[in-house]
């Protein structure tokens, strides 16, 4: 799988958006790009996906370059909830799964929501 | 969304006991699940990938002998430390691969919230 590089820490006001890079610039045509956040102590939880279009859903939106080299995570409306470490991670989906949908995480991105 | 469950969700032992850890799909079948280990301040390691009805695919350098995997129905995988010792003291997390609701190919994994593992 494809090697991301993200920042190491971030901050952003509350209630501003929160804009999170990420940079795939070995990603393959059939490599999908993956957002996870672990909140301290917690599992990961999974935030949104893609393949080449933006994609959006109640928690994020994901924009994905054209060339999918990178791609940025946006928190429309950060809230102090949301400090936790993002990760970024890219994956080939195999039709049928098993060790090869695995998940390699990298060190993530710490979001800090300042008040 | 899915819900994975962990239980324990924190367990203190002494060293040279085993310790198992159950992770449970609640509200949907997972027919591969897999364990993470996670160090203070470091990122997520995966362990091994667990299939139901199947042996574990443990990664590069992790001691299927001591990490014992079972993953006998589609809701349940366990992991079984043996012999434990303190610098297996760390956070376990295990995820679940929910394949039934994505279309081919897009399945999501779901984690746990993880069991800390103290050992004295």
């Known amino acids: 799988d494809a090697k991301t590089t993200q920042p190491p820490s971030m901050d952003c006001a509350e209630g501003r958006a929160a804009n999170l890079p990420c940079n795939h610039s070995t990603i393959s045509g059939n490599e999908y790009v993956y957002w996870y956040r672990q909140i301290h102590s917690q599992g990961p939880q999974y935030i949104i996906h893609g393949l080449k279009n933006n994609e959006t859903n109640e928690m994020a939106s994901l924009i994905i370059t054209e060339d999918r080299k990178s791609s940025t995570l946006i928190l429309p409306h950060a809230t102090l909830r949301d400090t936790a470490v993002y990760y970024c991670?890219?994956?080939?989906?195999?039709?049928?799964?098993?060790?090869?949908?695995?998940?390699?995480f990298g060190t993530g991105t710490l979001l800090a929501v300042q008040p | 969304g899915a819900v994975v469950s962990q239980h324990p969700s924190r367990v203190i032992c002494k060293s040279g006991t085993s310790v198992k850890i159950e992770c449970r799909s609640l509200d949907f079948q997972a027919t591969t699940m897999f364990w993470y280990r996670q160090f203070p301040k470091q990122s997520l390691m995966l362990m091994a990938t667990s299939n139901e009805g199947s042996k574990a695919t443990y990664e590069q350098g992790v001691e299927k002998d001591k990490f014992l995997i079972n993953h006998a129905s589609l809701t349940l995988s366990t992991l079984t430390v043996t012999s434990a010792h303190p610098e297996d003291s760390s956070f376990y997390i295990c995820s679940a691969r929910d394949k039934s609701s994505a279309l081919p190919g897009t399945d999501t994994q779901y984690f746990g919230p993880g069991t800390r593992l103290t050992v004295l």
């Open positions: 991670i890219v994956r080939l989906n195999h039709l049928y799964g098993g060790a090869t949908n695995k998940l390699i």
